[in-house]
């Protein structure tokens, strides 16, 4: 017999079941279709809960408790015996939270009536969807409408080949079982800097090879330098303009070969983390008559509402433009199912929040002074430091700054940039206010709570007219 649904979800990421749940809270009948096996069971939540966000901020945490314990704690007058680390335990909490959150999607498919279909899914004409499941028989599922939700996977480069567990992508470096002496990085990306930190944290010798001149591209130049200078200053060994030429197993060990200005260069490593980007999931996806059309880079083509080429098809997430981000997958979700829902539905692609969770965080949201002034605006900019703060200073954690960039002609704000503790939660705050077309004005006449970290919020944007109190400014009015 064949199935039928109002909709037709393709991908269990944070994509495609928040684009489910909602459609079933519109009260529209559901079936999201996901192949995923995670160490040896189904799993929903995609790359994110997987092998992404989750299990990456879980080591990431794990390795900065461990840090903190070895380096941060005589001054505070806290003593304590040797600190070791076991790295089986470390990896079984990862997997814990991981199954913790999967099993929850899981429940909350079930809990709003969503059929979860465990196999492939593909694209026909005519919105049908072909289901090959795991065990059984392939059936065709009739949609009212369908969400294309695939995600992505990293990006493989033919100069350095994935090896067992010595030549890695970010997946194989989730699963060390051993903390390498000297790793190696390619790719100062969001994922080099993330993992690369986790293990140098860890006691690893860190090499990142980027292939660009510049750290960090897509930052304003000012939190650009100071990551690099704060990263570089934890450890991490980067290095701009390398081109990797080569990346071999020998006898155990990861030789890797490449160039910059100076010529060629050679390193033995460990191992090798290969973070060079991810590209969109489409094989086996779409029928060759499913109508749907890709971009010139291989990601489905979609409008600003995510509609497909095809009437009633949607894309989302990974699989089309736009930064590669859980948060963006997961609104343009719950956007393509109110949509579908027949509601008013709209994604402020303006203000997507990056956040790198590196100790300190980075994060932005907006237009960096750089993107802003190439945009024609007259910019105006405020800066303030964490040093001086007294929330920062008595946590011990007081390194970074905030970073207003506003329009001079109308004082609106047009970008927020963080590096400091919390910046991926203290962002949201320019978020808010920029959905909101704050003023730089707005924010300085609210009262922040003392001591808070918000506290430097208040001083950047006082800042940016030469008015921050616990600064001296030249510029006064
Ligand atoms: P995915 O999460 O990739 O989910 C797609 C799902 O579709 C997969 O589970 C796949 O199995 C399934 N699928 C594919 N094809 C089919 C098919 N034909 N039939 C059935 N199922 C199919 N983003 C952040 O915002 N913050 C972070 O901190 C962050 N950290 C990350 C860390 C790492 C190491 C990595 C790799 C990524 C990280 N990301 C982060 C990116 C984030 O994981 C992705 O942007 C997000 O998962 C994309 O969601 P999605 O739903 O589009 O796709
Ligand atoms: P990325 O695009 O962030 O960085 C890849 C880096 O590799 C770039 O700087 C690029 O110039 C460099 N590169 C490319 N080819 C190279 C080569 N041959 N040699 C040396 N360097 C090379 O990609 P990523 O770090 O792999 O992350 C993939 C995606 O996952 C990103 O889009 C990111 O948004 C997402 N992600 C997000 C978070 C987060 O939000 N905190 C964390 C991890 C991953």
Redesign the pocket.
Known sequence: MTQKADVVVIGGGPGGYEAAIRAAQLGLSVICIERRIHKGKPALGGTCLNV??IP?KALLDSSHKYHDLKAGYAKHGIQFGEVSIDIAAMQARKDKVVDTLTGGIAGLLKGNGITWLQGSGKLLAGKRVEFTPHEGEIEVIEAGSVILASG?K??E?P??PLVDDLIVD?TGALEFTSVPARLGV?????????LGSVWSRLGSEVVV????DVF??AADRAIAKETQKTLTKQGLDIRLS???TGAKVVDGKVHVT?QDAAGEHSEVFDRLIV????RPVTAGLLSVDSGVSLDERGFVHVDGQCRASVPGVYAIG?LVRG????HKAMEEGVMAAELIAGHHARFNYDLVI????THPEVAWVGLSEERAKAEGFDVKTGQFAFAVNGRALAADDNAGFVKFVADSKTDRLLGMHVIGPGAGDMIHQGLIAMEFGASVEDLQLMCFAHPTLSEVVHEAALAVDGRAIHAIQRKRK
Request: proline share 5%.
């Open positions: 992404g966000c990456s992505s990293p990006i480069i100069v350095a970010s390619i790719g100062a990306g969001v994922i080099g800097l993330e090879l980027e292939a660009l960090l591209a390398a081109r990797v490449y973070a060079v980007g991810r990974d930064p590669m981000l859980a990056s956040v790198i969770y």
